[in-house]
């Protein structure tokens, strides 16, 4: 296989999202190839450091907050526009 074909498929790769004889024929390509080695590498390094990013969903009260604050501001900006007109 040449880099042009394996570039694209290194995060399938990566992911083990690849059926075993394609898995196989990039495999030995990164054998012969350490710069689409390399760029294999840096690709799990990204995945693990993504990976321990931590989802937060907001609090119980973000939505009430936030929306208490849009209705304020859409307020205070209606009666600016009564006074100007």
């Given at each position: 296989?040449?880099?042009?074909?394996v570039?694209?498929?290194?995060?399938?790769?990566?992911?083990?999202?690849?059926?075993?004889?394609?898995?196989?024929?990039?495999?030995?390509?990164?054998?012969?190839?350490?710069?689409?080695?390399?760029?294999?590498?840096?690709?799990r390094?990204?995945?693990?450091?993504?990976?321990?990013?931590?989802?937060?969903?907001?609090g119980?009260?973000?939505?009430?907050?936030?929306?208490?604050?849009?209705?304020?501001?859409?307020?205070?900006?209606?009666?600016?526009?009564?006074r100007?007109?």
């Amino acid at each position: 296989m040449t880099c042009r074909k394996v570039v694209p498929l290194i995060d399938d790769f990566a992911d083990g999202a690849l059926d075993e004889s394609l898995s196989e024929k990039i495999q030995k390509h990164f054998s012969a190839c350490s710069k689409c080695e390399c760029q294999l590498d840096e690709t799990r390094r990204l995945k693990t450091l993504l990976g321990r990013l931590v989802n937060s969903e907001p609090g119980s009260q973000y939505f009430h907050v936030a929306t208490e604050l849009i209705l304020t501001r859409v307020s205070a900006e209606s009666q600016i526009q009564k006074r100007v007109h």
